[in-house]
Nanobody, 117 residues
Framework: QVQLVESGGGLVQPGESLRLSCAVSGPGMTFRLYTMGWFRQTPGKQREMVAHIRSNGSARYADFVRGRFTVSRDNAKSMMYLQMSNINAEDTATYYC?????????WGQGTQVTVSS
């Protein structure tokens, strides 16, 4: 059974940085072959794509994070990361990793990022 586990969230102040991690495990998914994505959701809103990264490392970002967030991956470790910089209050959300496009069966619990001064 494939599992995607997000970690690294927490409470931060505006302007600070945070690094999220996504660990992928289990048979049935060869991580290095998949485009992976970070998504986020706040209560009452639809989940939205934050960034996605191809197996070769090329990445795309949503306009609201471009220049502040950086997505990376380690195919050997089946890990994906999201380096968040210059965080602002609008970044408060639960962050999820998944394939891109997302697969329904791979949604995990997410990791909460709360931005507050």
């Amino acid at each position: 059974q494939v599992q995607l586990v997000e970690s690294g969230g927490g409470l931060v102040q505006p302007g600070e940085s945070l690094r999220l991690s996504c660990a992928v495990s289990g048979p049935g998914m060869t991580f290095r072959l998949y485009t992976m994505g970070w998504f986020r959701q706040t209560p009452g809103k639809q989940r939205e794509m934050v960034a996605h990264i191809r197996s070769n490392g090329s990445a795309r970002y949503a306009d609201f994070v471009r220049g502040r967030f950086t997505v990376s991956r380690d195919n050997a470790k089946s890990m994906m990361y999201l380096q968040m910089s210059n965080i602002n209050a609008e970044d408060t959300a639960t962050y999820y990793c998944n394939t891109y496009p997302a697969s329904v069966e791979y949604w995990g619990q997410g990791t909460q990022v709360t931005v507050s001064s």
